[in-house]
C-alpha cells in the first residue's frame, strides 16, 4: 500500500495537469469545427462518468470517511464540481476563512466568517496596523479571501467584505478609568 501512495502525484504536480488541461481545452475550443465538438463531448462525457463514479463511492462511504475524503483538497474540488460535496456550501467557506486568518492576522489583520445572506459570503475583515505585510494594500487580503472562499464554495455568488479599521488612537476613557482605588 505505501508503494501506491507514494506514486501519487504531489499537489504542484496536480496543479500543474490541471494548468495544462485548461490550456488544451482552450487550444481546442480555439478551432472549430466537427472534430472539435466531438472532442469537447468526449471530455463532457467523460467529467460526467467520473463524477458518477465519484458519487459511488460517497454513496458507500460511512460519515468519517467522507469527510475524510472531502477534507483532501482535490477531492473536495471534484466534489465541488459534480455538486456532491457532503458538506454545505456555508460550511467549507467557513473554513476557508479560518484557514486564511492566520495568514492575515500576521499581516496585523483580522478576518472571520459574518455568515451568508442569500447567496453572498460575508467576512468581516479588519485592517490593522502595519505588521509584517507594511506596505501591501488591503484590497490584495480581501482578493485573496474572496478567491479562497468562491472556491470553497462556487456555489456563492459574491463575498461581501465588511471592513472595519480600528481607531488610531486610544480613547481618553482608557488612560483615565484605571479601576476603583
Known sequence: MA???????ADPDVEARLARLDQA????????????????????LLTEVYGEALARVLDQADEALAERLADDELLGHLM???DIHPEPAER??????ERLRPAVQERGGD???AGVEGQVARVRLTKGG?????GSGGSEVTDV????????????TAVESLTETPPAF????????????
Open 145 to 156: 479571501v474572496r478567491a479562497a472562499v468562491l472556491a470553497a464554495a462556487p456555489e456563492l
Open 3 to 9: 508503494e501506491a501512495a507514494g506514486a501519487r502525484l
Open 170 to 181: 486610544v480613547p481618553l476613557t482608557t488612560l483615565t478609568h484605571r479601576g476603583a482605588p
Open 92 to 97: 467549507r467557506a467557513a473554513r476557508a476563512v
Open 80 to 82: 465541488v464540481l459534480h
Open 130 to 134: 502595519c505588521g509584517s505585510g507594511c
Open 111 to 113: 478576518v472571520e466568517w
Open 25 to 44: 481545452l482552450e487550444s481546442l475550443e480555439a478551432v472549430a469545427g466537427p472534430t472539435t465538438r466531438s472532442a469537447t463531448e468526449a471530455v463532457a
